[in-house]
């Protein structure tokens, strides 16, 4: 007769690579030779990591990578503690890592992992990583500045008008000269043509803007804008910090979304692969969700649907289970969840609806083994190559074989001075934008040819002085060349992020 722990581990047998997890656990005995496997194949059906902290969540998404890596499959993973950098530095092999190494049937040796640092802005250790406002798009930023459903649709309004006017809004001076013309004298024609837009709606944007820049997120929205290409290098593991950043952690998350929607925008349709084009993992989910505006959470439900297909997993990881919503959490395939806790009401419930969104097991009692698990253990289930739940298993995991830990913040900025990356995103470019643009409007361009000398130099308070300047042929010609420039057109896409067309 087989045993529980054989037959669990029945479930988990793959024809093609896996992630090695680590092994069975059932009545408090470790079975060695009953293998929970992660099939690289189903890595795009997503997954959720949650656990208490402390209970080994950064652990299980390192062991994750240092694998995918190693099989040349690119991660991203949100580095919010700074623990992660450990991946560029083999580890330690000691009493307990050896210990662990038996338990879970691993030939553990030490191994180091081609890491490239990124920091969110310019204030970090890592390369800086920087978007545009334009192609972050209103919805995105909406989420980052805190606006109600109202605000974001006049903010919708605003980006549609820059768009239309060919007004390319690349960091946040641009987007702050476009509502201050919209709220201006000169302006008021082009706000009663938005329609919907009310002066003191705009001020409210205007306002949180301000408070954004002065958090540091001006340093944020620019230009170069990370090309997607550059984390998709084979077996790179790019580890994303927040930095300077630290305080706003929406600026953060909403990040992660724009570069999921950059994603699905740049990559073709893959159809069933046998390892993903990409694992992208959200550390602090529940910052994604928190607050989120109606339009927000239903793209994010789009995008993981919809990102499968590109070759994409998605990972979030997260304390509680009921962080994320269900219409999120209900496409998440994989579940990783270590131990959590029931001491307050509200954690009794958690652990009711955790126990509820896994398949029936005859070997556990859920809600009992879902509390007493071990650190670095967890409840697992997956789906088999063949798309089906894997039996439920309690799985001691594996441990990482790079370092547990960071490398110190000196290190990771010497190993991001020396990547190649370095070279291409260290400075940020400041090229002409909506910001010159209507600065432009007020002055004609000293490069431009100069009005001609029979229009008299307009007085300030000139009724239609800018009317004046707008329609001289030469401030014309120049505001037409300028706009089919950067290309009148933008599309948007998920999340009405945006693609110029070039
Ligand atoms: N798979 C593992 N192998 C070996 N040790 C582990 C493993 N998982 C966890 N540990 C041990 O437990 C400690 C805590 O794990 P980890 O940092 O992953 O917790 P966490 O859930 O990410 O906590 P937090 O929510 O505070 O970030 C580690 O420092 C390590 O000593
Ligand atoms: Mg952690």
Same mark, same amino acid.
């Given at each position: 007769?087989?045993?529980?722990?054989?037959?669990?581990?029945?479930?988990?047998?793959?024809?093609?690579?896996?992630?090695?997890?680590?092994?069975?656990?059932?009545?408090?005995?470790?079975?060695?030779?009953?293998?929970?496997?992660?099939?690289?194949?189903?890595?795009?059906?997503?997954?959720?990591?949650?656990?208490?902290?402390?209970?080994?969540?950064?652990?299980?998404?390192?062991?994750?990578?240092?694998?995918?890596?190693?099989?040349?499959?690119?991660?991203?993973?949100?580095?919010?503690?700074?623990?992660?950098?450990?991946?560029?530095?083999?580890?330690?092999?000691?009493?307990?890592?050896?210990?662990?190494?038996?338990?879970?049937?691993? @030939?553990?040796?030490?191994?180091?992992?081609?890491?490239?640092?990124?920091?969110?802005?310019?204030?970090?250790?890592?390369?800086?990583?920087?978007?545009?406002?334009?192609?972050?798009?209103?919805?995105?930023?909406?989420?980052?500045?805190?606006?109600?459903?109202?605000?974001?649709?006049?903010?919708?309004?605003?980006?549609?008008?820059?768009?239309?006017?060919?007004?390319?809004?690349?960091?946040?001076?641009?987007?702050?000269?476009?509502?201050?013309?919209?709220?201006?004298?000169?302006?008021?024609?082009?706000?009663?043509?938005?329609?919907?837009?009310?002066?003191?709606?705009?001020?409210?944007?205007?306002?949180?803007?301000?408070?954004?820049?002065?958090?540091?997120?001006?340093?944020?929205?620019?230009?170069?804008?990370?090309?997607?290409?550059?984390?998709?290098?084979?077996?790179?593991?790019?580890?994303?910090?927040?930095?300077?950043?630290?305080?706003?952690?929406?600026?953060?998350?909403?990040?992660?979304?724009?570069?999921?929607?950059?994603?699905?925008?740049?990559?073709?349709?893959?159809?069933?692969?046998?390892?993903?084009?990409?694992?992208?993992?959200?550390?602090?989910?529940?910052?994604?969700?928190?607050?989120?505006?109606?339009?927000?959470?239903?793209?994010?439900?789009?995008?993981?649907?919809?990102?499968?297909?590109?070759?994409?997993?998605?990972?979030?990881?997260?304390?509680?289970?009921? @962080?994320?919503?269900?219409?999120?959490?209900?496409?998440?395939?994989?579940?990783?969840?270590?131990?959590?806790?029931?001491?307050?009401? @509200? @954690?009794?419930?958690?652990?009711?609806?955790?126990?509820?969104?896994?398949?029936?097991?005859?070997?556990?009692?859920?809600?009992?083994?879902?509390?007493?698990?071990?650190?670095?253990?967890?409840?697992?289930?997956?789906?088999?190559?063949?798309?089906?739940?894997?039996?439920?298993?309690?799985?001691?995991?594996?441990?990482?074989?790079?370092?547990?830990?960071?490398?110190?913040?000196?290190?990771?900025?010497?190993?991001?001075?020396?990547?190649?990356?370095?070279?291409?995103?260290?400075?940020?470019?400041?090229?002409?934008?909506?910001?010159?643009?209507?600065?432009?409007?007020?002055?004609?361009?000293?490069?431009?040819?100069?009005?001609?000398?029979?229009?008299?130099?307009?007085?300030?308070?000139?009724?239609?002085?800018?009317?004046?300047?707008?329609?001289?042929?030469?401030?014309?010609?120049?505001?037409?060349?300028?706009?089919?420039?950067?290309?009148?057109?933008?599309?948007?896409?998920?999340?009405?992020?945006?693609?110029?067309?070039?």
């Amino acid at each position: 007769m087989t045993s529980p722990a054989q037959e669990i581990a029945a479930g988990y047998v793959t024809e093609g690579q896996a992630v090695q997890l680590g092994t069975v656990v059932v009545d408090g005995q470790v079975d060695t030779s009953a293998v929970i496997r992660l099939p690289m194949a189903t890595l795009n059906r997503h997954g959720l990591i949650a656990g208490a902290t402390g209970t080994g969540k950064t652990k299980t998404l390192q062991l994750i990578a240092e694998q995918c890596s190693a099989a040349g499959v690119p991660v991203l993973l949100a580095d919010i503690k700074g623990d992660l950098s450990g991946l560029a530095r083999a580890g330690e092999s000691t009493e307990k890592v050896a210990a662990r190494a038996r338990d879970t049937g691993d @030939d553990w040796q030490p191994a180091a992992f081609p890491v490239q640092s990124l920091s969110l802005g310019t204030g970090g250790p890592g390369v800086p990583v920087r978007a545009t406002i334009t192609s972050f798009g209103p919805i995105l930023l909406s989420k980052v500045l805190g606006l109600n459903d109202t605000q974001e649709s006049t903010l919708g309004l605003i980006f549609h008008w820059a768009d239309s006017r060919g007004l390319a809004l690349l960091d946040t001076k641009d987007l702050r000269a476009v509502i201050g013309h919209l709220t201006s004298e000169e302006g008021k024609a082009d706000l009663k043509q938005l329609g919907g837009v009310s002066a003191s709606t705009a001020g409210v944007i205007l306002r949180s803007l301000s408070n954004l820049e002065a958090q540091g997120g001006d340093e944020f929205f620019g230009e170069p804008e990370l090309a997607v290409a550059d984390l998709l290098r084979t077996g790179q593991v790019s580890l994303l910090e927040v930095g300077e950043l630290r305080n706003k952690p929406a600026l953060f998350s909403t990040f992660l979304m724009w570069l999921l929607a950059e994603l699905f925008q740049e990559l073709p349709e893959a159809g069933d692969l046998d390892a993903p084009k990409l694992v992208f993992v959200l550390d602090e989910a529940h910052l994604l969700f928190s607050d989120a505006s109606k339009a927000f959470l239903e793209q994010i439900e789009q995008t993981v649907k919809l990102i499968r297909s590109k070759g994409v997993g998605v990972f979030f990881c997260t304390q509680l289970p009921t @962080d994320i919503p269900n219409a999120v959490l209900s496409q998440l395939g994989a579940r990783i969840q270590h131990a959590l806790r029931a001491f307050t009401p @509200d @954690d009794q419930k958690a652990l009711t609806q955790t126990v509820k969104t896994y398949p029936t097991t005859e070997h556990y009692e859920l809600d009992k083994a879902l509390t007493s698990l071990g650190t670095g253990e967890a409840i697992v289930t997956v789906l088999s190559e063949r798309g089906a739940p894997t039996p439920v298993a309690w799985t001691r995991l594996r441990a990482p074989r790079s370092l547990m830990g960071t490398i110190g913040v000196d290190a990771i900025r010497e190993a991001a001075n020396a990547s190649d990356l370095h070279g291409k995103y260290a400075e940020t470019i400041d090229r002409e934008s909506a910001y010159e643009k209507l600065a432009a409007k007020m002055a004609p361009p000293s490069d431009a040819p100069a009005p001609p000398p029979q229009e008299p130099p307009h007085e300030k308070d000139e009724p239609g002085a800018l009317e004046k300047v707008l329609s001289s042929a030469p401030v014309k010609s120049f505001l037409r060349s300028a706009a089919s420039a950067i290309g009148r057109e933008i599309t948007r896409g998920l999340f009405g992020t945006a693609k110029r067309r070039r």
